[in-house]
């Protein structure tokens, strides 16, 4: 980030013009918030990333020699990147009422200016670093506007509900200051947590002290929390260690004693090609991303289409995909590619789709993927191939749910049964649930739509109520090759741009109320047989 900063702040009016540009475009709503004339805005966002890239990323190895008046000027609340990012939040809440989805829509515009400013000169680890970066500054104000202010000597509470308790002792990375972080279990006070500079410095939970203390506070949903600065340091010899360190570890750890699902996978099935799966799989992810999930879009067709369509949003194609290796075994962190949107990372099928036969991974590979993409993210979605034959059957191995995507036609009505079908012949111990049917309108329908949609409506299935509608603008961007709203300018009452972010809201309501009990292979075998009507 610093490399690439000195190459920018040359440019630093430029950058300013791309980003608000670009923010503006994907949101217009957001325009009226700010004055007519940007020119001080533009030298406020210059000067905010200067000081954030300076200070965001420190080693305290660095300044050791540093004399005591220098520490204590390190210390000052006015100088610490995380207090001045929490005023910041709540700043921008209160005077521009920007709404927490329009975090992810400045992540993306943010990426989008840095790339175009050094004339796509960015390496993909440095994108990597601003993306990181970002999601922790987002976080941060994230939190401070959604909880407000708070009394002191506290500087921030509430409960933790936007993220989670590593998440949230991620984000105090960026402080220099001795911060005491008091969580709460109804009411009653549950642990304590000490931090500075990146480091953990002490853990309490009852007895326990050190790793036990956090591992222990880790495995704990629904608490909330108090953090202030704290004047005198903790009382141990030695730092537990560093933060993102410590947070690795103890995930290593939980994963060893019982395997930690994060996120859910749900797979986008047809009967048939040419039905839009592949576009319908691409704008429901961009869709989730935004809304703040963190998001693994997989390329399981070896046509690679999704690829094709992502355009502009993933520039690293080069590397093998998962067709090109035949793969025995893989953990996802050698598959996983970065996007130019906050959240959304890609596993692609083949680095040259079309040019030589895919090697289809050896059985169970798929699963294994799968699962430790679940680990990663809070959704997976995965683009299957078209039909329902013994490929897809793998991959649904790997999945919790199971979407149908039909046109409405006369194969709709057949598909459904397809599907059951399909489901019951899928190799492992899970059998995925099938979550529902998504309708994809685009081309026009002919007039019987409707009558043919009704004959879906059987025992068990549940219809998406949004559907797919014709757009002039998403035609027009799938033939300029990027996903609808990314790359050009779109109308945001456009239906194409509304109705996918609607969707994606339905599946994931859906898929936030489907069981998770240790019974739920027996509960999907049991759904597929009243699909079939037995």
Known sequence: MRRSWELLQASGDRLADLFYHRVFAAEPALRPRFPPDLAAQRRKFVDMLGSLVTSIDWNEDENEDENEDDREAELDPARDPFLCLLELGRHHARVYQIPDAAYAVVGEALLWALERTTAHALTLETREAWERAYALISRAMRLAAAHGETAAPAVLAGPLDLYSLGALLEVLALSRQRLLVELFERDAIAG????????????????????????????????????????????????????????????????????????????????????????????????????????????????????????????????????????HAATGEDLLRTTLMPNLRFVPATAQPQTARPRAPSPGTWRALLLALRRRAEVVIVDTPAGLGPQTLEILAGCTDAVLVVRPDVGAARAVPALCDALRDVPGPEVPRALGVAINEMPPTSSRADDILGALAVRGVRVFATRIPHSAALADALRAGAPLGVSTPVDPDDPGLRVFGELAAELVAALDHRSHDPSRAAHGVSAVHAYRGE
């Open 192 to 327: 304590r947590v000490r931090v500075q500079s990146g480091q953990v410095l002490a853990v309490e939970r009852g007895a326990d002290t050190g790793m036990a203390a956090l591992r222990g506070l880790l495995a704990i949903s629904g608490l909330s929390y108090r953090i202030s600065r704290s004047a005198e340091p903790a009382t141990c010899a030695e730092p537990l260690g560093a933060i993102s360190t410590l947070m690795m570890e103890a995930d290593d750890a939980l994963d060893c004693n019982e395997p930690q699902i994060r996120g859910c996978a749900f797979a986008l099935c047809s009967a048939r090609g040419g039905v839009g799966r592949s576009t319908l799989a691409l704008h429901v992810a961009i869709a989730i991303a935004r809304s703040g999930r963190s998001t693994v879009l997989v390329d399981a067709d070896p046509n690679a289409d999704l690829s094709a369509l992502l355009g502009a949003l993933f520039r690293d194609r080069g590397r093998p995909g998962m067709y090109d290796r035949g793969l």
